[in-house]
């Protein structure tokens, strides 16, 4: 490929609304062009990053036994109606009307087509398993769309969706998806993490998230640098910080605590660890009659180490909130501790509430908690003495770096990502809502067994510079990079030997299937190198009549310091000792 | 690729509404599912046909200059204001408004959205030309979608736009289009025309259809075998079927013809030949005030030879009647003629009309046409003597075959063929509208000169089956058939002979870079050989124990009688030189 025959336009300023570094560059190199909130157009260089994504996801998902098909993007609201999907999801689901008044969707996802389709198309057990994708164009219709593609509101996303005989058979399934996405995510050349993740209301523990690895990352990673484990903060358990609860050595003491509201203020005042002080935190559950109207309401109060934050995910799990849980009311607070927040705790109720402890503050002594008196605190407060075992103990905190593996294995670190791939075990979900089912062995019909598998392809080109990028722009791995090598001749357009020079390395390396640019524009040097270090080619090559006159040629990868002398001869062989596998 | 690893859905019967071949055919293969009315799922194996149909338009768009970017299904309204047509298309415009009131458009074409790029991104002549192109999901909301895939709702387009700097450089690209889209359809393997096309009110002749040849086809294709002459029935010109009036012979006659309100039943009644007779088409054009009211209006007679039909495209160029015309009302004609139609004739006004006649019938002496008296016509009508010349001699009829080739180089015959491309001249009809301009050799602002270039990717399918099939199926050309050889080895599941070497064979052909299809899935042959002669592979190789041991393996192509029989070792080479170029 030559510029002339292609469209480069770079930018010296990305505009004021992008906020991230991968939606500035993307922008900067030309990449893609804003069409509106969360819309963009898919400029050819960007494009380019797309087609090769979409490759490499194609041949594996292949390698693994899946299909492609492709479904609507304009899909009939009666399915989703099936599912319930139609009324449940929130704006984000764009609806629309054809020329008759029907209903209709744009599709964020196509559980309910591809449920559709296997429910017709898949009869008898001696079909299973099964597995269909599409890459397709995705509308969520986001409350706020930022950050360039990453949360945009039309996307390209790969789903794919497997059907089995059985749950046995699924967790095979997924066990298949789930390599082939590890080798995925191997050959785009990211730094990626595989970690587990909420199941919600399925169960078990056949959820992944692909986080690709960023500082700037949305998501927080929990790993053990020294065993497997790897989990998103959402579901990565917090054990008990210590093994056994302490013995008591302080009195129960009440202290005035003027003005201080927080567990931290509370611990300078006191100059006490901050680890030594429990936060109250009040939720409620209702109870609904049948009509929907609520006839009750529970009042818990959680208790954590004062260094610790909730995690509402967990606390979701725990038995009598899993319906559902709020936070309390200041009213309800008032009723049940007779004090504003600021200075609740567990001792001196004024009317029962449920107390959960987290692991943590079960087994902790001498610890400090409000006094459910405005300006106090207690001091010295420990369990079973001053006040009743909690109700329940539980994990209902989110782990911080330094805690123990839940593995055993070593202590628990945290980094960021972003999630760009997930695997998931829908069970009979949407096969019984749609009642899908295929004949079993015994001839009789059987709901199937389902998975789904997404990858956001447009999602890929924005982690992926986030991960990598620098002062000058965007560090592609050779695998997604839009041109493999940039060609970058100085003076194509006035010196023969250094024209025909570039002419005959770009056929040499094209015909060794190397996905070559030759920068055929006539740029000054300066400019050209700028162009194609922002637009992140991972390989160039620089020639000059001076250089040609030595009998030498300029190598210089995107992540190197400094150029390299080749001589001429060897320059091509020297590249593809250069590429990654 | 085995079928195994494959999806394939063969039935029996089509669904009863699957009107033509295609629709059938594709539903019977498997190839697509539907989803809605004019909505379907595209099935493993049609969405094989469109990825090499895909990668077919590619490659020679890509030869041709053109860059491929990918521009959003779900556009801003604003720029579809622009250029009005947001308010001007009718209902087969889907709008959707997103959650904050805005609205939008699913794309039926993207000239808006390009051209925005183009007035963003090309600003100096320098840039130009340059010609952006996607393949991309389109939806039109048809008001009674049917044939399948060939007027369905959703639908993949390849849409192609180029800029210019002028109109002379924008007919340069315009004749580049031109030559790729015979390379294209030249490589698909279909039989096709292109046919000049009307430009409505750009003007010019730069507009050409490309018609797939099939008996089915919606549109009347018109050539001149003995010549290049080639146009769709709205384009063609029909000239006088004698080059001068003939000399009056025949007194001018009111003769009895009761009931015969039809030219066909008055020759009948008459024993004249139809083509003595002339019919009277009464339109009329309203005149309009700036408000829109209508403060009168002009009644026109078309005066047609009795086997002719009027052309509504050649009616609406003429001077008169180029703003829009309409079929009379019945108190108009009554209010002109005195009479109802059926024995309607430009002699014995009331009123007076403006008359139009073909050029045919400007020529003709002693016709027939209506007395203006019910159950009464004329004969031996002659220009001049018995009624003035026309007002205007024009152009307003369809070809039919044997009339002469406009160019003087034969006669013309009629064809049917299916619309699937359109190339086309926009000239500045969409860079006036959104004032799109680059900085001319001058340094002022121009308007691009743009061209629009379309295939309809999943059309072709249909296109192709209508053109080829038999009884048995489809017959795809070797170029795009979802897959280039079937191997149907008999026992594959019970013989390790006819396994090892059907597998042998696979990868054969498969490391030659042939897509070939193994039926691993041990159907008998009736079935297996059904099943590919209905999904219309396009060569087949049978392996059985018997021919093993003969040492002849059975290859037949899909549009031959019989099989042949060819020694195994040379099978490879024999199925290879059976490929098309």
New interface residues.
């Given amino acids: 490929m030559k510029a002339s025959?292609?469209?480069i336009?770079t930018q010296k300023e990305a505009p004021a609304d992008a906020e991230v570094v991968s939606h500035q560059l993307m922008m900067r190199a030309g990449m893609i062009?804003r069409?509106?909130a969360g819309?963009?157009?898919?400029?050819?260089m960007g494009?380019r990053v797309?087609r090769k994504v979409e490759a490499i996801i194609r041949e594996e998902m292949?390698r693994a036994?899946a299909?492609?098909?492709?479904?609507?993007?304009?899909?009939?609201a009666e399915l989703w109606q099936e599912t319930g999907r139609f009324d449940k999801m929130g704006?984000?689901l764009?609806?629309?009307k054809?020329?008759h008044g029907r209903d209709?969707i744009?599709q964020p996802t196509s559980e309910e087509?591809v449920t559709?389709?296997a429910r017709?198309?898949l009869r008898s057990y001696k079909q299973l398993p099964?597995n269909?994708y599409h890459i397709?164009?995705k509308?969520r219709?986001e409350?706020r769309p930022r950050f360039g593609i990453m949360r945009g509101?039309?996307f390209t996303m790969k789903d794919a969706y497997s059907f089995d005989r059985n749950p046995a058979a699924a967790a095979k399934s997924y066990e298949t998806m789930f390599a082939a996405y590890k080798r995925i995510f191997d050959r785009f050349g990211l730094q990626y993490r595989a970690v587990a993740a909420d199941t919600g209301a399925i169960g078990g523990d056949l959820s992944h998230e692909f986080q690709v690895i960023a500082d700037t990352g949305e998501d927080a990673i929990v790993y053990c640098p020294t065993s497997d484990y790897a989990a998103n903060i959402e579901l990565a358990e917090a054990v008990a910080l210590s093994s056994e609860r302490g013995a008591a050595t302080q009195a129960l003491t009440k202290t005035a605590t003027p003005g201080k509201s927080t567990c931290a203020d509370v611990a300078v005042l006191l100059d006490l660890p901050l680890a030594q002080t429990v936060k109250s935190l009040v939720m409620a559950t209702d109870e609904v009659n049948d009509k929907g109207d609520i006839v009750g309401s529970t009042v818990w109060l959680l208790l954590l180490r004062g260094d610790h934050d909730m995690n509402e995910v967990k606390v979701g799990k725990v038995e009598g909130l899993k319906g559902g849980f709020r936070f309390a009311t200041l009213g309800e607070i008032e009723d049940h501790f007779g004090c504003k927040p600021g200075y609740l705790g567990p001792i001196g109720l004024k009317k029962p509430v449920k107390v959960i402890a987290d692991r943590t503050v079960a087994n902790m002594a001498d610890f400090v908690c409000g006094a459910n008196e405005p300006d106090f605190h207690l001091t010295g407060v420990n369990w079973g003495r001053d006040l009743p075992e909690p109700d329940l103990v539980a994990d209902i905190r989110n782990v911080v770096a330094g805690d123990p593996s839940p593995d055993g294995q070593g202590v628990l670190a945290i980094q960021r990502g972003i999630e760009v791939g997930h695997v998931f075990y829908l069970g009979t979900k949407y096969s019984k809502a749609m009642n899908a089912t295929f004949l079993d062995e015994t001839g009789k019909p059987a709901h199937f067994e389902m998975g789904c598998y997404g990858i956001g392809v447009t999602r890929i080109l924005g982690a992926a510079i986030e991960q990598a990028h620098d002062a000058r722009g965007i560090v592609w791995p050779d695998a997604i990079a839009p041109f493999t090598v940039a060609i970058c001749p100085i003076g194509y357009d006035r010196s023969a030997d250094v024209k025909a020079a570039a002419d005959a390395l770009h056929d040499e390396l094209q015909a060794a299937g190397i996905d070559v640019m030759l920068d055929d524009r006539g740029e000054r040097p300066g400019a050209m190198f700028a162009d194609w270090e922002l637009i992140g080619v991972p390989h160039r090559v620089v020639l000059s009549d001076r250089g040609l006159k030595e009998g030498q040629l300029e190598y210089q990868g995107r992540r190197d310091a400094a150029a390299t002398k080749v001589p001429t001869g060897e320059v091509a062989a020297f590249v593809k000792a250069r590429l990654q596998a």
Same sequence: chains 1, 2.
Avoid: S
Wanted: glycine content about 6%; cysteine-free.
């Fill in positions: 025959q292609f469209f336009a062009k069409l509106g819309i963009y157009n898919y400029m050819p494009l797309i292949g036994g299909v492609e098909m492709l479904m609507p993007v304009v899909q009939p704006p984000e764009m609806r629309v054809d020329r209709f744009i087509v559709d389709v017709q198309e099964k269909f397709q164009t509308f219709d409350r509101r039309e």
